[in-house]
């Protein structure tokens, strides 16, 4: 998709990344994916014999360049959280697929790339506590099944209520919001729960979704925020991990709208990286 370029390039043009801060991931082994993913379901979405009713799950067609990203992509979530546990903080412009379940995909997500990493950091024992902080404006559904019976991972998603998908999987903890919630209201809502959270969980590492779907010209979104809303939302989210020491990775989520404003809304969360990194001397 061309929004993965388009974001490298205008994050350069805005100087929000420099070339030596930026790192290029390789695919994730096997080995890695299938601590989430059982085999027959990645084999299968690889060679393109997913059944006709699992393709129309996920949403996408698997062409062969649809495959080498999906695979990439899970690998750059994992860089991107050693990188943070290393710095403090890290961004990927891709990632966020957390409608993925172990042994299918659902909603344009094929596998679980925050679920993999905190899997992996957790086998390897790097961490044994991790937030995943899901504020794209859809539930995290898959993620949930994935960690629901592994206390080391708290899965928190906010949401809009009546959104996709429908069957919702109880996160650790829900904030379920009504349609048109607009900047303040939800930004309320995060500066309120998040510090305890991050108190009472004392997490090593957040995965941060840094879905932009809440947006209020969002294709697929049912919420109000604006550019601004977003920014805040992320410098609120940055600034409430890094005043804590807790290393923070973030992926760029869902978004849907023409390419020009849907890319401008993902280099948000990336602005808000550089400009806490500068506040954090990071
Ligand atoms: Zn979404």
């Known amino acids: 998709m061309a929004k993965f370029s388009m974001l490298h390039a205008l994050l350069r043009n805005k100087h929000w990344i420099n070339e030596d801060q930026i790192h290029t991931p390789i695919s994730i082994p096997r080995k890695d994916l299938e601590r989430i993913h059982q085999r027959h379901y990645h084999q299968a979405f690889s060679s393109d014999q ?11 067609p698997a062409t062969r360049p649809l495959v080498q990203r999906t695979w990439i992509a899970v690998g750059g979530t994992l860089m991107t959280a050693r990188l943070a546990l290393e710095r403090g903080i890290a961004a990927h412009l891709a990632g966020g697929t957390h409608h993925a379940h172990p042994a299918f995909g659902s909603g344009f997500c094929i596998f679980n790339d925050c679920a993999v990493t905190a899997q992996v950091l957790l086998d390897e024992g790097a961490v044994d506590r991790i937030l995943i902080l899901d504020l794209d404006v859809h ?5 949930a099944a994935c960690f629901r019976n592994d206390p080391r991972v708290f899965t928190a998603s906010v949401h809009a209520a009546s959104n996709f ?31 305890n959270l991050l108190d009472q969980l004392k997490p090593q590492l957040v995965l941060y979704n840094a879905g932009v779907d809440p947006h209020q010209d969002d294709r697929l979104g049912r919420l109000g925020l ?16 890094l005043r804590r020491m807790i290393p923070i990775a973030t992926v760029i989520g869902g978004g849907y709208d023409a390419l020009e404003p849907l890319v401008g809304r993902h280099a948000i969360v990336f602005r808000a990286a550089s400009e806490q990194a500068r506040l954090y001397s990071i």
């Open 50 to 60: 997913l059944s006709r009713a699992e393709q129309r799950r996920i949403g996408l």
């Open 139 to 143: 539930q995290g559904d898959g993620t």
């Open 165 to 195: 998908p429908l069957r919702k999987v109880p996160s650790n903890l829900d904030i379920a919001l009504e349609d048109g919630t607009n900047d303040a209201a939800y930004l309320e809502v995060i500066a309120d729960r998040l510090p």
């Open 226 to 241: 604006t550019d601004q809303g977003l920014l805040m939302r992320d410098r609120l989210v940055l600034d409430a991990c």
